[in-house]
């Protein structure tokens, strides 16, 4: 092979890549010494009640290694690589440890990983109010739920999970999500009759199943993961899912990327016991009850109107307490601890019949 006379030393790069490897891994043990001296402030400082993991922290530390990338590597890989460098740095301040809706497998997972990175511990439970019960129990330190998809809207059941807790938002994930077709080793692609998935995912692939597998049932699973799982015996079905249930399966993927929406993603939510200070550029999550009464929904909306802040999301749930009462979920970008932020709350509240902040937590970064 003839070689460009300005190409390398291939021998010359690799010792150069030895010899950067070897700062960055003398740095990125002096970085975590420095989060074992953090640890020890923090116990100082709080004793028992210390906490280890700092949101707001994180963010900021995420912000800035993308804001200062200058390539080639992208934004977001640098700042995957930057989250586990934390996530073992939290890891030796203390192992935290993460309730997740499952099975394995599931996009939840997929989340929590994005967000707390591989070294924390992470747990599935099968319901999302086991995932609250647990963290409020203090059995785990952080939860992850689904709380909205962008093709099938609301998680209704996380929304009526927060009906009954006192847990805190601490952080907000958003995950890409992309649906392939998944096959056991002996299925035949044409003798397929049977799709198994989660009744969202089955939802968000409705076209693309119309069109090339009309014939077939669709089956609602409790979970894409359970659904990979039992495809990888069968040989006449398939299963909708993503990534992780395909590899932890080891199944075939038949079609991938079969959404029919291409910017189809997932909002989960980070639920904790503590309340999160301001990173500087947050959102805030409101639970409003309010009585049946006319011009109710004006009276949450105004005050956001009149201070300029900006709503990113409103939901309703009929109350618990009373037929035709109802409770609102809202959602702005601002932090209770801004000057802006506190003349809406007061007002608000003013014309509720009960209001709870749910959270002020950091943007999702990744
Ligand atoms: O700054 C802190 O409070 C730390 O504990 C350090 C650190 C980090 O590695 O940068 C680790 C864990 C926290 O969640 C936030 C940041």
Not at 106 to 135: C, M, N, W, Y
Not at 210 to 239: C, F, I, L, Q, T
Not at 260 to 274: C, Q
């Amino acid at each position: 092979m003839t070689q460009g006379k300005s190409l390398p030393d291939l021998a010359d790069v690799r010792k150069e890549i030895d010899q950067i490897d070897q700062q960055l891994h003398q740095l990125i043990n002096q970085r975590a010494k420095c989060a074992q001296q953090v640890a020890q402030v923090k116990v100082a400082e709080d004793g028992k009640d210390a906490v280890f993991y700092r949101p707001e922290r994180e963010a900021q530390v995420l912000r800035a290694v993308m804001e200062r990338n200058q390539g080639p590597l992208s934004n977001e890989e640098i700042a995957r690589l930057f989250r586990e460098i934390m996530s073992a740095c939290l890891a030796l301040e203390r192992p935290i440890k993460v309730a997740y809706l499952g099975p394995e497998g599931t996009f939840t997972q997929q989340a929590t990983l994005k967000h707390f990175g591989h070294s924390a511990i992470s747990v599935p439970f099968a319901a999302i109010d086991e995932v609250f019960r647990e963290v409020e129990a203090g059995a785990v330190d952080y939860g992850v739920v689904p709380i909205e998809n962008s093709t099938e809207g609301v998680i209704s059941h996380t929304l009526d999970s927060f009906m009954d807790s006192g847990l805190q938002i601490s952080g907000e994930v958003v995950l890409r999500i992309h649906q392939h077709l998944l096959l056991g080793e002996n299925t035949r692609p044409d003798k397929i009759s049977t799709i198994y998935s989660h009744t969202s995912s089955l939802a968000q692939c409705r076209k693309w199943l119309d069109a090339h597998y009309p014939g077939a049932e669709r089956v609602a699973m409790p979970s894409n993961a359970e659904a990979a799982r039992k495809v990888k015996s069968e040989w006449h079905s398939a299963a909708i899912a993503g990534d992780m249930a395909a590899d932890l399966y080891g199944l075939k993927r038949l079609a991938e990327n079969i959404e029919d929406t291409p910017d189809n993603s997932t909002r989960f939510l980070i639920i904790g016991r503590e309340t999160v200070p301001a990173s500087g550029d947050d959102k805030t999550s409101l639970m409003i009850s309010m009585r049946n009464l006319p011009g109710a929904l004006h009276q949450i909306l105004e005050p956001f109107n009149k201070h300029k802040i900006d709503l990113t999301r409103i939901e309703s749930r009929p109350s618990r307490s009373g037929a035709w009462n109802y409770v609102f979920f809202v959602d702005f970008n601002g932090h209770i601890d801004e000057a802006r932020v506190q003349p809406v709350l007061k007002e608000v509240g003013e014309n509720a019949a009960d209001m709870k902040v749910l959270g002020s937590y950091p943007q999702g970064v990744l």
